[in-house]
């Protein structure tokens, strides 16, 4: 078992989802897929960008995501996400995915994070632009 490497104190932002990671969501070694903890992210952030955008966005750009601890099957994966810019028709959001290891203790370990930028579009797919906060 790897121990666990302190990232930062405490998650940053708002909980967006939670998830518990599944023997479907692994490889053969017990660890969970990447391309898994990519999706609960992009939903976590998708869901905090469809709020402020006030209706649908699309997935348009990933940054900067490192993988800094595995998830294993049984993990509670906790997605916190924050918004840390609002353009014309984009909204950037930093995703930090945080795991509480099962049966362990409470402790919340940091295993990834990325900024999504995601696009505001109408029914059409067409881009539109983000409504002002109020």
């Known amino acids: 078992m790897i121990e666990s490497i302190e990232i930062s104190s405490a998650p940053r932002g708002r909980l967006s989802t939670r998830a518990i990671a599944m023997p479907a969501d692994t490889n053969p070694f017990g660890h969970v897929f990447g391309g898994w903890l990519l999706s609960q ?44 810019r609002t353009g014309r028709t984009s909204i950037a959001v930093q995703v930090q995915a945080w795991v509480r290891r099962h049966g362990g203790d409470d402790a919340l370990v940091k295993v990834t994070s990325a900024t999504f930028t995601y696009v505001a579009v109408d029914d059409s797919g067409n881009k539109r632009e983000v409504p002002s906060e109020g």
Not at 44 to 57: E, F, L, V
Request: with cysteine; charged share 25%.
């Open 41 to 84: 992210m992009d939903l976590a952030g998708g869901t905090h960008a469809y709020r402020r955008a006030k209706g649908r966005t699309a997935t348009v750009a990933v940054e900067s995501m490192e993988f800094h601890q595995p998830v294993y099957v049984g993990d509670e994966v906790s997605c916190y996400t924050d918004i840390t």
